[in-house]
């Protein structure tokens, strides 16, 4: 699901995209930690806890700042996001 979202990112915002990345990749290294592969450690309770909490806050701040950006499109036209 992460892909998919990188993928329309890139594809709305072009180079646009790449002062979203770090907190892509965020989301991406705390999905590993909460959803560790065959092998890997898992997270105490507490520490899943946390992790969650950490994932909410960051899909807030890029939901916050995808609409703030799709507002200044549609204002503006601004990066070709528009009324997409």
Do not use: Y
Not at 15 to 28: K, T
């Amino acid at each position: 699901m992460l892909q998919e979202v990188r993928k329309t990112i890139a594809a709305r915002l072009g180079v646009g995209r790449h002062g979203l990345e770090p907190m892509l990749d965020e989301l991406g290294q705390t999905l590993a930690r909460l959803m560790p592969g065959p092998g890997d450690a898992r997270l105490s309770p507490e520490e899943q806890q946390k992790a969650r909490a950490s994932f909410a806050g960051t899909v807030d701040t890029l939901e916050d700042v995808l609409e703030a950006l799709h507002r200044s499109g549609r204002a503006g036209n601004v990066l070709g996001w528009g009324d997409r």
